[in-house]
């Protein structure tokens, strides 16, 4: 899937349309629960394995919501950190 999309200059903003939106905050929550079991790995064992799928799932979700957008015929949104700066982002 990634290989049909253009490279990435910037990062991406979520919400250039409805599945986006739901693949972003899919990506969240895993990202979420990823930080939550390395910290739980620093009180008791947990497999390196575990920790592993959350970040691949992650990327996974990140490329989905990228190709959604892309299959939906809707732009993605960048992140443009000067206009972010001056108050217009």
Same mark, same amino acid.
């Given at each position: 899937?990634?290989?049909?999309? @253009? =490279?990435?200059?910037?990062?991406?903003? @979520? /919400?250039? /349309? !409805? !599945?986006?939106?739901?693949?972003?905050?899919?990506? =969240?929550?895993?990202?979420?629960?990823?930080?939550?079991?390395?910290? !739980?790995?620093?009180?008791? @064992?947990? @497999?390196?394995? =575990?920790?592993?799928?959350?970040?691949?799932?992650?990327?996974?979700?990140?490329?989905?919501?990228?190709?959604?957008?892309?299959?939906?015929?809707?732009?993605?949104? !960048?992140?443009?950190?000067?206009?972010?700066?001056? /108050?217009?982002?």
């Amino acid at each position: 899937m990634n290989h049909d999309l @253009p =490279a990435l200059r910037s990062f991406v903003l @979520p /919400g250039s /349309g !409805l !599945l986006n939106s739901q693949l972003h905050q899919c990506r =969240a929550i895993c990202r979420r629960a990823e930080r939550v079991t390395v910290a !739980l790995a620093r009180q008791e @064992p947990v @497999p390196s394995e =575990a920790i592993q799928y959350l970040n691949r799932l992650s990327d996974a979700l990140f490329v989905l919501s990228r190709w959604a957008s892309h299959l939906c015929s809707e732009g993605e949104t !960048l992140w443009d950190p000067n206009q972010a700066a001056s /108050g217009q982002g």
